[in-house]
């Protein structure tokens, strides 16, 4: 039996502001053509299959495709949900859906009844939030790690009458796997850590939940995201690993998803880093700048976008520069005067750099302009009042 085992799609997901969509598009397009070209008996989607509970139409319209197209090329599809997916939403008619390929399961009560793909059982655990699936399930504890034990009870239970090989799919943080800064945080307590032991009754373990593709152990894998959503991310290898099961024998490939356009972190001074012919390969990827300049340069971002022109995140990290002992805040909170406000804000954002002193005449003349304008305006109020039948009494 052949399977693909792939996750967290966050369909509709924006990537500092630059829609995903088209990228996403691009992996389904892979993936039906995998599916085709490696004869795939299933494909297993291991949670947040969209980016929130409320998709968007295009994003729905995207989903209805892609599960159509890879039902198309040959293959069944069973889906779970994950933190990010309405549970209710995302199951909606999921018994008839089964009948034409579409396994989706989303609900307590689907645990323990697995999607067969030949002799294959296919347990699809739906993401499990303790404080409303403990109790149900029985769970001796209230966390995640809790409520999975549980799950996994009806799980041997199923296996226990079937001589077939058995996979899992979960959506969870398992000890061992790395983090980036993409995932939302699903800790109850602090307590969100899961032990691949809990698996253990399984063949295989489809888990979804962290962005980086990672093999935990010979059995249990991450998928990862097919598509990059943080700069953290800028080391991973995107894609979905191909999965043969031959009885209790498993061996999985990593299918690599095509990159759109790739992430880059790009580190050092202004002028140095728009003169660098290394940097080439930087003005068509995503970039994340961090300039080092002494003194922050005028109009920094506009000056990297000529060059680098999908440049996502400006950073400032002055060398030689030590971290401030207090806040800004902090240091504000002893200023009484507008312009000593003003000289100390221009030197926090250019790294302690202070104002030049052209830089002070043109913040004195705005503040006594300022201060000028408020006073007519308030000698104009005062001379409509009288007008407005005011006396003093009713100015103040």
Known sequence: MR?????????????????????????IDHLVETVRSE??????????????????????TLLSEAVTRVIDAGAQVVLSSGNHDSAIRLGFAAGLLSRAGLHIRSSLSS??????????????????????????????????????????????????????????????????????????????????AVHPDVFAAADYVALGHLHGSQRLSERVHYSGSPVAMSFSEHRHTKGSWLVD????????????????????????????????????VAETAYCQVTLTDAIRPLGAMDRLRRRFPHTLVLRFEPEGTLAPVSTYAARLGTRTDDYDVCCDFLA?????????????????????????????????????????????????
């Open 3 to 27: 399977l693909i085992h792939t996750s967290d799609w966050h369909l509709g997901r924006a990537f500092h502001q630059v829609g995903l969509l088209d990228a996403q598009a691009q992996f």
């Open 111 to 192: 645990i323990g009844d697995p999607v067969l793909v030949g002799d294959v059982a296919v347990h699809a655990l739906p993401y499990l939030e303790p404080a409303t699936s403990a109790g149900v399930l029985g769970a001796a504890e209230r966390t995640h790690a809790g409520v999975l034990r549980a799950a996994m009870t009806r799980v041997r239970a199923d296996l226990a009458r079937r001589p077939g090989p058995s996979v899992v799919m979960a959506h969870a943080f398992v000890t061992g796997g790395a983090t980036s800064e993409s995932e939302r945080d699903i800790s109850v307590g602090g307590v969100s």
């Open 348 to 396: 926090h954002v250019r790294g302690g750099a202070n104002a030049s002193l052209r830089e002070q005449a043109l913040l004195r003349q705005a503040l006594d302009g300022s201060r000028v304008a408020r006073a007519q305006r308030a000698d104009e109020l005062g001379a409509m009042l009288p007008g407005l039948g005011l006396g003093d009494e009713g100015a103040a």
């Open 39 to 60: 004869q795939v008996d299933a494909v297993l989607v291991s949670g947040d299959v969209y980016d929130r509970a409320l998709p968007a139409p295009d994003t729905v």
């Open 245 to 280: 099961l031959d009885g209790s024998r498993v061996r999985t490939t990593l299918v690599e998803a095509p990159v759109g356009r790739s992430l880059r972190l790009l580190c050092g001074r202004l002028d140095d880093l728009l003169g660098d012919p290394a940097l080439g």
